[in-house]
């Protein structure tokens, strides 16, 4: 059973009114704060957390007269506790005051912290119920047949915040699920789109964050460029909407324009465009199941003038096939994709390994993780945990050797 909502089920929000952003600091956060922004009649905030920016968390919870904030940097309790002196604040830090934040009665959470690190404060507002808005790839990537399965059991109510899952769910509210064929996401091929691999393989990392489309963080930025983030999207597709890999295909679309399409039996593709803007399925995700009015530029089609499509070239991005493969092998090796992706990635910004050498990492990780007899089902956070720990321990192992051959 899917825990993401059906078409016509219109009563699961139509009374939220109280939110929780965990990771409010970010990218995705500062997309939510500035939609809540404009709507402080109709949502209080709850709590809060960041990461380790406390002078922009302090000035959030201020801002918008929350109960608790949270940082995740146990060290920087003190200079929080100082920050927010003389308010009615409650504050936390460390990982138990970022679960504490998502178990608190907020009827909506933002769930973007990054990394394993949200997979446990994901949990703890899933366990009671809440809606979900999900913007954390790894509570789906790493740990997605056990998560939706918490989901359901809770009767939480899990909203796709990516854009590309956002359109999905959009798209599939016009056809049940016996009619499926397939779900199509769309890919802008990055700043890479049209290099020759040679080229791809010495890319610098100036090169690697100059995306043509979107503003986003620099991890999310050069996995668009490897699309390593299209083969996490893959994967996250698969466990939100219950989907075979053969049923979800990538197609790259530079415009970014068309963020995802469903194809029908009867042959109908249902797609949703909109501005390259994350606030749009992120105020799809908060107003649901009614819609809000957004910031966002209107879609001027005439401006835009044409739409272009090309299919994903695997040569040139290793890292969509190994997702592919990844996601059919199961049992852990999603997991392992990820994680050895993280460690791949922190490498290349580091001048350690050639840009080229990301899908390199991550291939021989899983192949080694594979080789060891190491797969098995996932059936709690500690097991996604203990595999995404170790597969980052195999990835750094394995890195001095990657960087070797290709030098």
Known sequence: ?????????????SDARTVTVLGATGSIGDSTMDLLRGARDRYQVEALTANSNVEALARLAKEFGVRFAAIADPARLGELKDALA?????????????????ARPADWVMAAVSGAAGLKPALAAVDRGAAVALANKECLVCAGDFFMQRAAKAGACILPADSEHNALFQALSSGNREELVR????????PFRTWAPADIE?????????????????????????????????????????LSADEIDVLVHPQSIIHGMVE????????????????????????WPDRIVGPSARLDLAKIGQLTFEAPDFERFPGLRLAYEALRTGRGATTVFNAANEVAVAAF?????????????????INDWIRAGNL???????????????ARNRAASLLPQIALKAS
Not at 86 to 102: D, H, K, P, R
Not at 212 to 233: F, H, R, V
Not at 349 to 365: C, M, N, P
Request: glycine fraction near 8%.
């Open 183 to 190: 779900v199509i996401i769309t890919a802008s091929g990055g």
């Open 202 to 242: 010495q890319a610098t990392l100036e090169q690697a964050l100059k995306h043509p489309n979107w503003s986003m963080g620099q991890k999310i930025t050069i996995d668009s460029a490897s699309m390593m983030n299209k083969g996490l999207e893959v994967i996250e597709a698969s466990y939100l909407f219950a």
């Open 1 to 13: 059973m899917s825990a993401v909502p059906l078409r016509n089920n219109k009563a699961a929000l």
């Open 86 to 102: 003389g308010t009615n604040i409650e504050c936390g830090a460390g990982e138990s005051a970022i679960i504490e934040a998502a």
């Open 264 to 287: 029908f039996s009867d042959r109908s593709v249902v797609a949703q465009l909109g501005a390259p803007d994350m606030r749009i399925p992120i105020a799809h995700c908060l107003g």
């Open 349 to 365: 910004i580091a001048g350690k390994i050639k840009f080229g050498s990301i899908a390199r990492l991550v291939e021989a990780t």
């Open 376 to 390: 098995a089902p996932l059936s709690s956070a500690d097991d996604a945990i203990s595999v995404d720990h170790n």
